[in-house]
C-alpha cells in the first residue's frame, strides 16, 4: 500500500476492500464510480478489457474489477458498500455512479450497503454520447443512486438541488477511461458544505477530488491502479498549484 498526502487530499494506492477497514469515520460524504461490470451479455464478453467493451479501442489505460458477473459484483458492492457507508457521518451523503444495466443491482447494493436511498440522479451525456446502430435509442445516460446515512437535514446553504444533470464528456479532457467531467462532480457535490471531507473509495483520475478541494475541503481517495494513481497525485497538485 502506497499513501500520497497532498494539501488536503490524503490518497491510497491498493484495494478497498484492504484499506477502507483501516479508516476512522469521520466523512461528510461518500462520492464514488466503482467499476461496473457490465458491457457485455456473455462471460467472454465481460472478460474483455474496460476499453475493448465500452470504447471499442485502447486510449486508456485498463482497470481492474470490470469483470465480474452480476452475482459476485453484487456481492462485492456490499463488501465495500458496508466498509464505505460506516465511515460516513450520521446525515453524509452517500452518492454512487452506475449504468443502466446495473441500476437495479446498485439500488439493492446501496441499501444492503448500510445507506438509505433517496432517489436517482440522471447524468445526460448529450448527443455527443456514442452512438449504437439507428435501431436503438441512445444511451446517453448514466445515474446516480444517491441517498444518506440516517436522517437527512435540510441543507444550510442552498436546495434543493437539480434532479438531472447535463454536461457532455469532452475525450480531450479525460484522464481515465470512465472519468467523470469535473464540472458534473462540482454539480453533484453542491449540497456538500465547502468545508466536507468526502470519500472516494476507486478515485480513478480524481475529477471527485478537484472541486472538493478547490472550494477548501479535505478528500480521502483510494486506487488500486498504480499508474491512474499516478494520475490523481499529478492532476491533484495541478489543481492546487492552480488554485494559489
Known amino acids: 500500500m502506497q499513501i500520497q498526502t497532498i494539501g488536503n487530499a490524503t490518497l491510497y494506492c491498493g484495494d478497498a476492500l484492504e484499506i477502507l477497514p483501516t479508516l476512522t469515520p469521520m466523512y461528510d460524504a461518500l462520492v464514488t464510480d466503482p467499476p461496473y461490470s457490465s458491457g457485455g451479455l456473455h462471460a467472454s464478453a465481460r472478460t474483455a478489457s474496460p476499453g475493448a467493451k465500452y470504447m471499442g479501442h485502447q486510449h486508456y489505460a485498463d482497470f481492474s474489477g470490470d469483470n465480474r458477473d452480476a452475482r459476485s ?9 458496508n466498509q464505505a ?10 452518492m454512487v455512479f452506475t449504468d443502466w444495466r446495473q441500476l437495479p443491482a446498485t439500488t ?3 441499501q444492503a450497503g448500510g445507506a438509505i436511498w433517496r432517489g436517482i440522479i440522471p447524468w445526460d451525456k448529450t ?65 456538500l458544505a465547502n468545508d466536507a471531507h468526502v470519500l472516494d473509495p476507486f478515485m480513478g483520475s480524481a475529477s471527485t477530488a478537484i472541486p472538493i478541494l478547490k472550494r477548501g475541503g479535505s478528500f480521502t481517495g483510494i486506487e488500486l491502479s498504480q499508474e491512474y494513481f499516478d494520475i490523481a497525485c499529478a492532476r491533484i497538485e495541478q489543481a492546487l498549484n492552480e488554485n494559489r
Open 127 to 191: 448527443l455527443s454520447s456514442r452512438a449504437p446502430h439507428t435501431g436503438y435509442f441512445r444511451h446517453q445516460c448514466e445515474y446516480v443512486v444517491w441517498g444518506s446515512i440516517g436522517a437527512l437535514g435540510k441543507c444550510a446553504h442552498g436546495g434543493p438541488f437539480p434532479g438531472l444533470m447535463t454536461q457532455r464528456v469532452i475525450p480531450a479532457q479525460k484522464l481515465h477511461l470512465t472519468g467523470k467531467p469535473v464540472p458534473l462532480m462540482n454539480m453533484l457535490t453542491g449540497p
Open 85 to 94: 457507508s460506516r465511515l460516513i457521518k450520521p446525515g453524509g451523503y452517500v
Open 73 to 81: 459484483w453484487a456481492f462485492w458492492s456490499v463488501l465495500w458498500m
Open 108 to 110: 439493492d447494493v446501496f
